[in-house]
């Protein structure tokens, strides 16, 4: 093993941590599906905000309940099947003792989640010959993650190395016990107004329900577990617990829109929308052994709130009965949690060769960047007397976006980082909290019309991650 060197004596033990999240990685890979409700809209890879021509307008662009005339009510139900893609790292040194660790290899250690739910509820009222009302239930985020009862293991790391005729067997490892689920639900009163019969403006108040819970299991707290095998009999077991208090409560936000018919009759459009909500503020407890450089800190507010996006579209209709829509959504992913909330410390042999022993360092948890999501949707509508058939395909490409952390320690006069290698704690932090992978997502969908009052639209959307089905039914009184 290395032996510790004068030179690094100055290392800062403890680096300030940038805002990002709690350090869960479970909730590192958190999946916020913002796309807007409604079988036609998911059918059509969400390119929905130039078009929005039905009752779920009144939350995916408000502007569009110009378009509607009479009373309408619509309800959609979908099913999610999530994979959630986390990750193991591993690293076993083997030979003689002063052989390094290789690096740490990525394993997947994907989980299965699944939930059935409302997304939406609503119903249109025209109050005058300009202005359009709706009132709507959605429900944009419903995450679950559970690794089970044998919790998820993110950091393993196994030193097998001998040297004479001795035989080392040591194991450090980090498991997550305990289920992260994430919810919110939005009730809008949502209004369009004719400004002329091309412009339609579209506002709308919100109410937000956040609840974003660290769940136990059947043996205790959400928590983290650090056991050391520092012989193949004798254990050392650190136990951190997590929970997150008060943060299931209402806050209000607003959603604002634009719809124009750039080309007379509805040939070329152009829709435009941007949502946000207020922060809802939290407390993360800590639990158990907690690290020093946090003593005092078992308690620490934050804010959290669904991430604030934006979209701009145009949808055309070259021939009659179809239509090709594109847009580009903005999701500003680094809004999720406002601060970064460490939770585990690390320890281990840093700096050049034979290194130096460190103690008590925190990870530094980056939030996602900003990303634009790209769609594009087409639909072509057959007609047969009293019946509208329409074929729907789409896509999307959803980014990477989990959270990315360092670990590392500061040389206090250069400010050189060096990684903790000894066992090689830095480059499995970087390996768990990846950023997460893209993923191409395609969708497709029918729907009817009957003697222009009753709609159904069934929709599917299918990739790496997670299958997604949804059934929408709408009724023109």
Known sequence: ??????????????????????????????????????????????????????????????????????????????????????????????????????????????????????????????????????????????????PGPDGYTYIELRDNRSGGS?????????????????????????????????????????????????????????????????????????????????????????????HVDLVAGGKLTAGAVYRQTAKANGTLEIGGDVPVPLAGQQSRPFSARVPRDAAVGLAAQPIPGLTVAAEAQWIAYGDFIDRSLPTVSYAGLVGPLPGMFVRDLLAEMTPPDDVVVPRLGIEYVATSGSLLLAFRLGYHREPARGVTADLAAIEETTGMPFDVDEPPFSGSVRTVYDGGRPDDRFSGGLGATISRKVSFDLAFDLGRSSRVLSASLFYRF
């Open 1 to 146: 093993m290395k032996k510790p060197v004068l030179a690094l004596a100055a290392l800062l033990l403890v680096r300030i941590p940038a805002p990002a999240q709690v350090e869960s990685a479970l909730l590192s890979k958190v999946t916020f599906n913002l796309t807007n409700p409604g079988g036609k809209s998911l059918a059509m890879g969400g390119a929905f905000t130039a078009i929005a021509d039905d009752a779920t307008a009144g939350i995916a662009n408000p502007a569009g309940l110009g378009l509607l005339s009479s009373f309408e009510a619509g309800v959609s139900v979908k099913r999610v099947d999530d994979v959630i893609g986390l990750v193991t790292a591993r690293s076993t040194a083997t030979g003689g003792l002063v052989e390094p660790y290789p690096d740490p290899r990525a394993a997947n250690s994907d989980i299965s989640g699944r939930s059935s739910l409302v997304e939406f509820a609503g119903i249109v009222i025209p109050v005058s010959r300009r202005v359009v009302a709706a009132v709507s239930f959605a429900e944009n985020l419903s995450f679950e993650g559970d």
């Open 166 to 258: 001795t035989r080392n067997d040591y194991l450090f490892e980090f498991r997550e016990h305990g289920a992260v689920s994430l919810r919110n639900r939005v009730l809008a009163l949502s209004a369009a107004y004719r400004m002329t019969d091309r412009v339609r403006l579209g506002a709308g108040l919100t109410v937000n329900r956040m609840e974003l819970n660290l769940l136990g299991d059947e043996t205790g707290a959400h928590r983290i577990v650090h056991r050391t095998f520092t012989t193949p009999t004798v254990i050392e077991t650190r136990t951190t617990t997590m929970a997150i208090r008060d943060l299931d409560r209402s806050v209000l936000g607003f959603v604002a829109g634009l």
